[in-house]
């Protein structure tokens, strides 16, 4: 969907709930029969994370996982008309609005949930902070540059993670309302370095980037993700700014992965990298 401009803009031109449904449907009765290993990826490491599940609440969950995929993509074309009251309810509102208007820099952790570009996008048009977003893009030049192009109309300034660290802070110290968007589940290697799932690791990536500059910017962090409820409908569900002022690294990353962590596990049929890592090697090995 990414790369093919007519079906971009088709997704454009129809109802906002009906291009995501449109997405989704294509991505289940499509692309998941194209992509086997994938598929047979995430159902080895959703038995893994969720053993408790019968295989076929299993097999049920990773259906619904192809379709948010789906759905993710396909909303891509209509990010600006979902970002409204009626497509996104906000947990605790009142205290989130509190935490946006809060002085100093801050830094908001996320993970691929739901429809984490309608997040960065809910982000940006709910406070007057300077925005910024980090990510790392496509394989593919023209998935890559479509999506570079839809991203800069509603996460302000965004760059990728090569090069980019000297950019990042200087926008974080200019301002004391600046922020950064970061998501800190990439994969490399067939392995992911977040969450920890219990395994023996410290902080790597761009956790860990995070975590430096952070101390670098004297910002605060705020995990968050946008889980999608029913439809083209979510729940954006934060966690209070922790501030790395008054705990250690490894407070900060037990805080972090206690939150983010089990919000990939609770919400696995809609988390991206549930298809691109091995959880059956050792990271020390993959990564």
């Not at 209070?240 to 939150?259: C, F, N, R, V």
Request: charged share 25%; hydrophobic share 45%.
């Amino acid at each position: 969907m990414l790369s093919n401009p007519f079906l971009f803009t088709l997704l454009r031109l129809l109802p906002t709930a009906m291009a995501s449904w449109i997405g989704g449907w294509l991505s289940v009765t499509i692309a998941r029969r194209t992509m086997k290993l994938r598929d047979r990826r995430a159902r080895t490491n959703l038995a893994l994370l969720r053993p408790e599940l019968s295989k076929a609440a299993r097999e049920a969950m990773l259906t619904r996982r192809w379709f948010n995929l789906g759905r993710t993509m396909a909303e891509l074309a209509n990010v600006d008309r979902l970002v409204t009251p009626r497509r996104i309810a906000v947990q605790d509102e009142a205290g989130y609005r509190e935490a946006l208007d809060s002085p100093r820099p801050m830094i908001f952790l996320t993970t691929h949930i739901g429809n984490w570009d309608l997040l960065a996008a809910h982000l940006k048009a709910s406070c007057d902070r300077a925005p910024l977003g980090v990510y790392d893009p496509p394989t593919d030049p023209a998935q890559a540059k479509m999506l570079q192009r839809a991203r800069k109309s509603y996460m302000g300034e965004a760059i990728t993670g090569g090069g980019a660290a000297r950019s990042i802070v200087r926008h974080l110290t200019s301002s004391d309302r600046a922020m950064l968007y970061i998501l800190i589940d990439e994969r490399r290697d067939m392995q992911v370095a977040f969450p920890r799932f219990g395994r023996d690791i410290g902080a790597s990536g761009n956790l860990s980037i995070a975590l430096r500059l952070a101390r670098r910017s004297n910002a605060r962090f705020l995990p968050f993700y946008l889980a999608r409820e029913k439809g083209a409908h979510f729940r954006l569900h934060w966690h209070p700014p922790l501030d790395p002022a008054e705990m250690d690294d490894a407070a900060l990353l037990d805080a972090i992965d206690a939150y983010l962590g089990k919000a990939c596990i609770d919400h696995a049929d809609q988390w991206l990298a549930l298809h691109d890592m091995d959880l059956t090697r050792p990271i020390a090995q993959a990564m």
